[in-house]
C-alpha cells in the first residue's frame, strides 16, 4: 500500500451511526469480546509468526492459503472454500445457533472482511521470523502478517463470545495485492456474480496502525515500453536509428506535459535497460513507467500522452537517422511495443457513505485519531466500482515494509481490533 496525505472537509458523523457504535460499546457481549481479545495476544503472535514462515510470492500463495483455510476452520467459521485464483472464505452467520442455517443463496447479502496473504518476497527469500518482546521481526511479519492476523482475531472472537449480527460476516484470505499480483484476488471476487451482488460493505486490513481510514482508491497504470531497431556497429553502421535515443526523447517529450495539482497526479520512470556495449547501436530498449492520479480521465490522458510522446520520438529518430544515413544505407524500421502491465482502477467513497460513517464513530467512540487517506489497495476495486469499501490496519505498529528488516510491535493492537469489532458489528446489524 502506498499512500498519500488526508482530504479534508468531511461532514460530521452521522448521529445514527454514532448511538448504534455507542450501544454496541456498552453491549455486554462486546464487552466481553474486548476482554477476550486482550487475553488473545499470545495466540496472535503465533499466528501472526505461523503464518509469516510460508513463503507467499505473487502467484505462488497457495501453502499459504492452505494454512488460512485451516485457520478458519480452527476458529469456527462455516462455508470454508477457496476459489479458481486461490481465495480464501470462511462465514460467520452471526445468527441464534439452534435450528437450520439460513439459506445463503441469492439475495443474501454479507459484510466482508479481508486481508491480503501474498507478499513481495519472491519464493527463494529466507524467512527467518522472530519474537523479541511485544516486537516481531521478518517478511511480511506487518504487511500482511498485521491484517490477517487482526481478521483470524475477529472472527476468532466473534465465535467464542458467541456475538450476533443480522447480516453474515464473510471472511476472505485474498491472493494476488502486491506488486504484478495487480489485485488479481479481489478483481476476481468482484467479477463474480455471486459475491459483486452480495458484498454490502468490504473492510480491508492491510499492514499494522489504526490511524488512517483510506477511502479513495489512488488508481495506477504502468507500462513497459520496448523499442527495437536494426542495430549495428557504433562507427561502419552509424545513423542507424537508435533504441536507446529514442527512449530518450520520448521522456523528454512527455515530462514537459503539464500536470494536474489536483486530481493530484504522477509519473515515474522507474527502470530503464538496452543495449549490450558501448560500441553496438542497440538493438533494443525497454523501459518501466508509472502513472498514478485518483482520477481515471487523469490517467487515460497521461496514458495517450506517453503514446504520443513515444510515436513522434520514433519518427524523429527515424527522419534524422535516414538525412544522416548514405541513400544505399538507409534503415531498416523500428518497432515500439507499450505492453500494460498494471492498472490499477482509481474511485472515492461518496462522503455519505455508511462505511465511512461506521468507522469514523467507531473512532470518536474509541478515542482514537484517524486521517482519511488515498492509497492503493485491495479497495481500489469495489471502489471504482461505486461500492462501500474502506482499507484500514489490522493494530499495532509496524515498518519496514516490503523489506527484509520488516517489523511489527503489538503495543497498541488491541485498540486496532476493537476498531475493527465495533466497525463490523455495527456495519453487520448486531445489537439490535
Ligand atoms: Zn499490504
Known amino acids: 500500500m502506498a499512500s498519500s496525505p488526508p482530504r479534508a472537509d468531511l461532514p460530521d ?4 451511526a454514532q448511538q448504534d457504535v455507542a450501544r454496541l460499546a456498552s453491549s455486554q457481549d462486546v464487552r466481553s469480546a474486548f476482554t477476550w481479545l486482550r487475553s488473545q495476544e499470545p495466540q496472535l503472535a503465533q499466528w501472526q509468526m505461523e503464518m509469516a514462515r510460508i513463503a507467499a510470492p505473487p502467484f505462488g500463495e497457495s501453502a499459504r ?9 480452527e476458529v469456527g467459521l462455516e462455508d470454508i472454500r477457496t476459489d479458481d485464483v486461490g481465495n480464501v472464505f470462511g462465514v460467520h452467520r452471526g445468527l441464534a445457533q439452534s435450528g437450520p442455517a439460513p439459506e445463503t443463496g441469492l439475495g443474501q447479502r454479507y459484510v466482508a472482511l479481508s486481508a491480503h496473504i501474498d507478499t513481495v518476497f519472491p519464493a527463494s527469500t529466507p524467512l527467518n521470523v522472530r519474537q523479541q518482546g511485544s516486537r516481531l521481526y521478518g517478511p511480511g511479519v506487518s504487511d500482511n502478517g498485521a491484517g490477517v492476523t487482526a481478521m483470524l482475531a475477529i472472527a476468532a472472537s466473534l465465535h467464542a463470545v458467541g456475538l450476533r449480527h443480522a447480516l453474515p460476516i464473510l471472511f476472505i484470505g485474498n491472493v494476488g495485492e502486491e506488486g504484478e499480483g495487480d489485485l488479481r484476488g479481489m478483481r476476481h471476487i468482484f467479477s463474480t456474480p455471486r459475491w459483486k451482488d452480495s458484498i454490502a460493505y468490504n473492510v480491508v486490513l492491510d499492514g499494522a496502525g489504526a490511524d488512517t481510514i483510506v477511502a ?6 504502468r507500462f513497459e515500453v520496448i523499442v ?5 556497429h557504433s562507427w561502419s553502421d552509424f545513423g542507424a536509428p537508435n533504441p536507446i535515443v529514442i527512449l530518450a526523447r520520448a521522456i523528454d517529450t512527455f515530462t514537459s506535459t503539464p500536470l494536474p495539482a489536483s486530481p493530484k497526479t504522477t509519473f515515474n520512470f522507474g527502470v530503464i535497460r538496452g543495449g549490450t556495449s558501448v560500441n ?6 525497454s523501459m518501466k513507467v508509472d502513472i498514478r492520479s485518483t482520477s481515471m480521465t487523469e490517467m487515460e490522458r497521461l496514458e495517450q500522452t506517453l503514446r504520443l510522446a513515444l510515436n513522434r520520438a520514433v519518427e524523429d529518430e527515424t527522419m534524422t537517422a535516414e538525412m544522416r544515413s548514405p541513400l544505399q544505407k538507409r534503415p531498416s524500421g523500428v518497432h515500439c511495443e507499450v505492453v500494460p502491465i498494471g492498472n490499477r482502477p482509481a474511485g472515492e467513497l461518496a462522503r455519505e457513505a455508511r462505511i465511512l460513517h461506521v468507522i469514523r464513530a467507531a473512532d470518536a467512540q474509541l478515542n482514537n485519531a484517524a486521517q482519511i487517506q488515498r492509497a492503493s489497495t ?9 461500492l462501500e469499501a474502506i482499507a484500514i490496519g489490522g493494530g499495532g505498529s509496524g515498518g519496514g515494509a516490503h523489506t527484509l528488516q520488516e517489523w511489527f510491535d503489538s503495543n497498541g493492537r488491541e ?17 439490535d
Open 13 to 16: 458523523v452521522a448521529p445514527t
Open 65 to 73: 492459503a492452505a494454512w488460512l483455510a485451516e485457520r478458519f476452520r
Open 216 to 221: 479513495e482508491a489512488l488508481g495506477s497504470r
Open 228 to 232: 527495437r531497431g536494426p542495430g549495428g
Open 280 to 285: 553496438s547501436i542497440p538493438e533494443s530498449a
Open 378 to 386: 485491495d479497495a481500489n476495486i469495489p471502489l471504482s466500482m461505486g
Open 415 to 431: 485498540l486496532g481490533l476493537k476498531r475493527i469489532l465495533l466497525t463490523m458489528l455495527a456495519l453487520a446489524g448486531a445489537g
